[in-house]
């Protein structure tokens, strides 16, 4: 099992507080806190990332897992494509546009950062992740010419 299902056993069994240190994963786009229920949640994960200013984290899209994101830090914008019927789909989420995104399985579907500051992405997936065989397909983040992610002026 995973180090918070144990914690988790061992605070119901002394009935006192445990605390895990989490890890954290971060390069030149931003950094993440991941897997941070497994073992906990009824299946799946759930994830923290922190995107800089002008990331992209786009495409990719997933066979089974259901994404589940929300914007509590900063705004992004989130594409989405069916690129079976060639559908395409723009979310502005984040402070002031606050909502949960639900991304079905097969549609590609990526971020950006919208304004100056980082924005925070958490994020639960129905699916813990699979080192060995990850459920996940990637494009660049240009993979669809037509999807603009510069900003419209209108």
Known sequence: MSAAHDLHQEALRTREP?????RFFADDRGWSLMNLFV?????????????????????????????FWVVPQGNAK????????GKQWTFFLGEKAPQL???PPGLWHGLTTTGNA???????VNQEYDHKAPDEERRPHD????????????
Do not use: M
Request: aromatic letters at 14%.
């Open 39 to 67: 073992g906990v949640l009824n299946g799946g994960q759930c994830n923290y990332s922190i995107l800089y200013s002008g990331v992209y984290k786009a495409w990719h899209r997933h066979a089974t897992q259901t994404d």
């Open 18 to 22: 445990r605390a895990l240190p989490l």
């Open 118 to 124: 980082p924005c925070g992405l958490l994020y639960y």
């Open 101 to 103: 995104l639900i991304i």
């Open 78 to 85: 989130v594409g989405v494509v069916d690129e079976e019927n």
């Open 143 to 154: 993979g669809f010419p037509a999807f603009r992610w510069d900003v419209e002026h209108k």
